[in-house]
């Protein structure tokens, strides 16, 4: 082990901790230090992924016991990239905050550093109750960012987000304490490996709760009614975090639950016919609402959710394929989502003909909608084989029925976007974010065989169990 | 309407939880082999379950005579170290939103105190600190620990705003107890990993299991705990009460 994985939750706490001792010091030398542990956060990110990459699983053991009489860290292919994408995107997407736009910038740069890392604790852990309090950090201070936007209206939003998410966690907290009752362990390996021995109807009711309590971070209809609110009220680069943060990490908590955690059951294809129909149910609900959206900000939220319904599905296919398929649907959305997001702010202020925003937002669209060579195609093109492989007949219609949908709503925003001159600059620093977000989506697209060689390496353990 | 449908809802929802606590099995005695649990890092089934080698060999691997602290801090300290940060994650969303939508100008009456409450706070304060400090610093023998120590004394702060209206903490001193308490917490655990050890694992003598100096790392996180939950419970009191930033 060159890197340890827990320093990537650990050090930006850290910062989080210290960063009101340097406040006197004003909002630029707190933004340098913010961005100092979060590019310090990245290149471990990075080193965890080309140790994965070579060397197959991470694992680390917390306090010396070994799990799951303690809790542990199970890095695998699929969360190695996961864990790489959030901290590469979340550092470059601090750069755009403004320090005199949200005053006081101390206790906003400490509320986003926990952000990243709740969100990258989500991701590692190989603990279920140690998710769920990763979750609970996640969700307050994701409320928080999102009340600080300019939008006043927002603070409502925030309130209907709390409501909902405190909700979906007890939910998820009566589900691990169903398990426990039970099996007496909270480790996802070990409840895995004697899933069967717990009794049918609780089982159900474990599972059930278990997806509504993420369902809620995760997007998934119904239990996403806070969605067009926040994503629709928040500044740009807020809504951007929360796609590549918190939400990237929720829809891949379900894909542990359901790959790992009910790996041993013996309802388990039940399980993943149910999250099917959710996911396919997300998928047009979104595509045909953010059709009838006029406001740019609510129709890329509905896109959003659109977007989450496809990632579910390809999990819910349960084979490699559909892992292979939902690892680049996640990168896809996280990078060119958030990069439209980032964009949606100038778009209000008037519009972005002839600028660098408006030709890093046509590259966005076309990858969000799957064209060759964004990493958004890829994701698709294996979610397609995956289902014909099975005979999945309505899953391909409902691929290819939305994706016409988004490309004739994304085209509208285009065009009404690039018809109209700017007004307002640009923050360079927005432009800089943007063109990392599309460049990584482009560059996974044009080398889609590094991480497709790679995930597919680690999913024949991950279906077997393993991690 | 709507309000029916809500209402029936959620009692179906109850309805089905109830169903399903009836069907559920009695749990049994935590020794039950049928609870033996798998290492995912061996492989292997083990002939304990986790509870019970948290009762059996608790006192031994960690040197604390509480298993729960024992669990609570090392056993599951990382778990821990989130739940310190929800409460800081709240404490500082409460305190970024308040000070950015405080209405200017509005100032409140301030009445005088009464004075028995006044008189009252002043006698009980020490010795609720004292309290809170002693429950804390005795989490590895006794129940009680960094949460509730922390606890207590926060509603000694609190005491003090009822009392004594114009009495305000200083928002800088608590901030700087706030940052190096966390920072403590964080710091033991990093000194493990420099050491060549995993996160969090216990590297001071675990002395003699009952005895205050015991437990290696176990009552300096615990003090840490009851800092940090000290200062940021009473921070969230003095930023809804509307103190100065």
Same mark, same amino acid.
């Given at each position: 082990?060159?890197?340890h994985p827990t320093l990537l939750i650990v050090l930006p706490l850290v910062g989080a901790f210290s960063v009101s001792l340097i406040r006197r010091y004003g909002g630029g030398a707190i933004k340098l230090y913010g961005s100092a542990y979060l590019f310090l956060n990245l290149i471990i990110?990075?080193?965890?992924?080309?140790?994965?990459?070579?060397?197959?699983?991470?694992?680390?053991?917390?306090?010396?016991?070994?799990?799951?009489?303690?809790?542990?860290?199970?890095?695998?292919?699929?969360?190695?990239?996961?864990?790489?994408?959030?901290?590469?995107?979340?550092?470059?997407?601090?750069?755009?905050?403004?320090?005199?736009?949200?005053?006081?910038?101390?206790?906003?740069?400490?509320?986003?550093?926990?952000?990243?890392?709740?969100?990258?604790?989500?991701?590692?852990?190989?603990?279920?109750?140690?998710?769920f309090v990763f979750f609970e950090i996640a969700a307050v201070s994701s409320y928080a960012l999102v009340a600080s936007s300019k939008d006043e209206r927002s603070v409502g939003s925030a309130i209907k987000y709390m409501i909902l998410g405190s909700v979906g966690s007890t939910f998820m907290?009566?589900?691990?304490?169903?398990?426990?009752?039970?099996?007496?362990?909270?480790?996802?390996?070990?409840?895995?490996?004697?899933?069967?021995?717990?009794?049918?109807?609780?089982?159900?009711?474990?599972?059930?709760?278990?997806?509504?309590?993420?369902?809620?971070?995760?997007?998934?209809?119904?239990?996403?009614?806070?969605?067009?609110?926040?994503?629709?009220?928040?500044?740009?680069?807020?809504?951007?975090?929360?796609?590549?943060?918190?939400?990237?990490?929720?829809?891949?908590?379900?894909?542990?639950?359901?790959?790992?955690?009910?790996?041993?059951?013996?309802?388990?294809?039940?399980?993943?016919?149910?999250?099917?129909?959710?996911?396919?149910?997300?998928?047009?609900?979104?595509?045909?609402?953010?059709?009838?959206?006029?406001?740019?900000?609510?129709?890329?939220?509905?896109?959003?959710?659109?977007?989450?319904?496809?990632?579910?599905?390809?999990?819910?296919?349960?084979?490699?394929?559909?892992?292979?398929?939902?690892?680049?649907?996640?990168?896809?959305?996280?990078?060119?989502?958030?990069?439209?997001?980032?964009?949606?702010?100038?778009?209000?202020?008037?519009?972005?003909?002839?600028?660098?925003?408006?030709?890093?937002?046509?590259?966005?669209?076309?990858?969000?909608?799957?064209?060759?060579?964004?990493?958004?195609?890829?994701?698709?093109?294996?979610?397609?084989?995956?289902?014909?492989?099975?005979?999945?007949?309505?899953?391909?219609?409902?691929?290819?029925?939305?994706?016409?949908?988004?490309?004739?709503?994304?085209?509208?925003?285009?065009?009404?976007?690039?018809?109209?001159?700017?007004?307002?600059?640009?923050?360079?620093?927005?432009?800089?974010?943007?063109?990392?977000?599309?460049?990584?989506?482009?560059?996974?697209?044009?080398?889609?065989?590094?991480?497709?060689?790679?995930?597919?390496?680690?999913?024949?353990?991950?279906?077997?169990?393993?991690? | 309407? +709507? +309000?029916?449908?809500?209402?029936?809802? &959620?009692?179906?929802?109850?309805?089905?939880?109830? /169903?399903?606590?009836?069907? &559920?099995?009695?749990?049994?005695?935590?020794?039950?082999?049928?609870?033996?649990?798998?290492?995912p890092l061996s492989g292997r089934e083990a002939n304990e379950s986790v509870p019970d080698h948290y009762v059996e060999r608790g006192e031994e691997e960690t040197g604390s005579q509480n298993i729960v602290t024992s669990i609570v801090v090392l056993y599951r300290g990382f778990d821990t170290? /989130?739940?310190?940060?929800?409460?800081?994650?709240?404490?500082?969303?409460?305190?970024?939103?308040?000070?950015?939508?405080?209405?200017? /100008?509005?100032?409140?009456?301030?009445?005088?105190?009464?004075?028995?409450?006044?008189?009252?706070?002043?006698?009980?304060?020490?010795?609720?600190?004292?309290?809170? &400090?002693?429950?804390?610093?005795?989490?590895?023998?006794?129940? @009680?620990?960094?949460?509730?120590?922390?606890?207590?004394?926060?509603?000694?702060?609190?005491?003090?705003?009822?009392?004594?209206? +114009?009495?305000?903490?200083?928002?800088?001193?608590?901030?700087?107890?706030? &940052?190096?308490?966390?920072?403590?917490?964080?710091?033991?655990?990093?000194?493990?990993?420099?050491?060549?050890?995993?996160?969090?694992?216990?590297?001071?003598?675990?002395?003699?299991?009952?005895?205050?100096?015991?437990? @290696?790392?176990?009552?300096?996180?615990?003090?840490?705990? @009851?800092?940090?939950? /000290?200062?940021?419970?009473?921070?969230?009191?003095?930023?809804?009460?509307?103190?100065?930033?």
């Amino acid at each position: 082990m060159v890197v340890h994985p827990t320093l990537l939750i650990v050090l930006p706490l850290v910062g989080a901790f210290s960063v009101s001792l340097i406040r006197r010091y004003g909002g630029g030398a707190i933004k340098l230090y913010g961005s100092a542990y979060l590019f310090l956060n990245l290149i471990i990110s990075a080193v965890l992924f080309m140790e994965v990459r070579s060397g197959g699983e991470v694992t680390e053991r917390i306090a010396g016991y070994s799990p799951p009489v303690g809790i542990f860290l199970a890095v695998g292919a699929v969360n190695a990239v996961l864990v790489l994408l959030i901290n590469l995107f979340a550092a470059f997407n601090y750069l755009t905050f403004n320090p005199k736009d949200k005053e006081p910038f101390h206790r906003f740069t400490v509320l986003y550093l926990l952000g990243v890392a709740s969100s990258s604790g989500i991701v590692l852990t190989g603990d279920l109750f140690n998710m769920f309090v990763f979750f609970e950090i996640a969700a307050v201070s994701s409320y928080a960012l999102v009340a600080s936007s300019k939008d006043e209206r927002s603070v409502g939003s925030a309130i209907k987000y709390m409501i909902l998410g405190s909700v979906g966690s007890t939910f998820m907290l009566i589900s691990i304490a169903l398990i426990y009752s039970e099996l007496r362990t909270l480790n996802l390996y070990d409840i895995a490996h004697r899933i069967g021995e717990m009794g049918g109807a609780v089982r159900t009711a474990a599972f059930t709760f278990l997806i509504v309590g993420i369902g809620v971070e995760a997007e998934i209809f119904p239990f996403n009614g806070w969605v067009p609110g926040v994503y629709g009220r928040s500044d740009g680069n807020i809504s951007s975090f929360l796609v590549l943060g918190p939400s990237k990490a929720a829809i891949y908590a379900i894909l542990r639950v359901l790959i790992t955690l009910f790996y041993g059951s013996s309802s388990r294809a039940v399980m993943m016919d149910i999250a099917m129909v959710l996911g396919l149910i997300t998928l047009v609900v979104g595509e045909v609402a953010a059709l009838s959206e006029k406001d740019p900000k609510r129709m890329l939220a509905f896109s959003s959710i659109g977007q989450m319904g496809l990632i579910l599905i390809a999990i819910s296919l349960g084979s490699a394929a559909g892992i292979v398929a939902a690892v680049f649907l996640m990168v896809s959305h996280a990078s060119v989502k958030s990069a439209l997001f980032l964009s949606s702010d100038v778009y209000r202020q008037g519009g972005m003909r002839y600028t660098l925003t408006g030709a890093l937002s046509v590259g966005a669209v076309l990858g969000l909608v799957g064209m060759p060579p964004f990493a958004g195609f890829w994701g698709k093109w294996y979610l397609l084989s995956g289902a014909a492989d099975e005979g999945l007949w309505i899953v391909i219609a409902a691929v290819i029925f939305t994706t016409a949908v988004e490309a004739y709503y994304l085209a509208r925003f285009l065009s009404r976007g690039l018809s109209m001159k700017k007004r307002g600059g640009v923050k360079p620093t927005r432009v800089i974010t943007m063109t990392v977000m599309v460049g990584v989506s482009l560059l996974v697209g044009l080398f889609a065989s590094v991480i497709y060689e790679m995930v597919s390496a680690g999913v024949t353990t991950l279906l077997s169990g393993g991690i | 309407m +709507r +309000r029916a449908v809500s209402a029936l809802l &959620a009692l179906l929802i109850f309805a089905y939880l109830f /169903g399903v606590l009836l069907k &559920a099995p009695i749990p049994g005695d935590y020794r039950d082999e049928r609870y033996n649990y798998y290492s995912p890092l061996s492989g292997r089934e083990a002939n304990e379950s986790v509870p019970d080698h948290y009762v059996e060999r608790g006192e031994e691997e960690t040197g604390s005579q509480n298993i729960v602290t024992s669990i609570v801090v090392l056993y599951r300290g990382f778990d821990t170290l /989130g739940e310190v940060t929800v409460l800081f994650t709240a404490a500082t969303g409460v305190a970024f939103l308040l000070s950015t939508q405080r209405s200017k /100008g509005e100032k409140e009456k301030k009445k005088e105190p009464n004075f028995m409450a006044s008189t009252g706070v002043g006698l009980v304060l020490p010795f609720i600190l004292l309290v809170g &400090a002693y429950i804390f610093v005795h989490g590895h023998l006794t129940p @009680g620990g960094g949460f509730p120590g922390g606890a207590v004394i926060a509603t000694g702060f609190v005491l003090m705003l009822v009392a004594y209206p +114009r009495f305000q903490l200083r928002e800088k001193k608590v901030s700087v107890v706030e &940052a190096f308490s966390g920072l403590a917490f964080a710091v033991i655990g990093l000194i493990s990993l420099i050491m060549g050890l995993t996160f969090l694992e216990n590297y001071l003598p675990k002395g003699v299991a009952g005895t205050l100096l015991s437990a @290696g790392i176990i009552p300096l996180i615990y003090i840490a705990i @009851g800092f940090k939950v /000290g200062s940021e419970l009473s921070a969230i009191v003095s930023h809804m009460k509307g103190g100065e930033e």
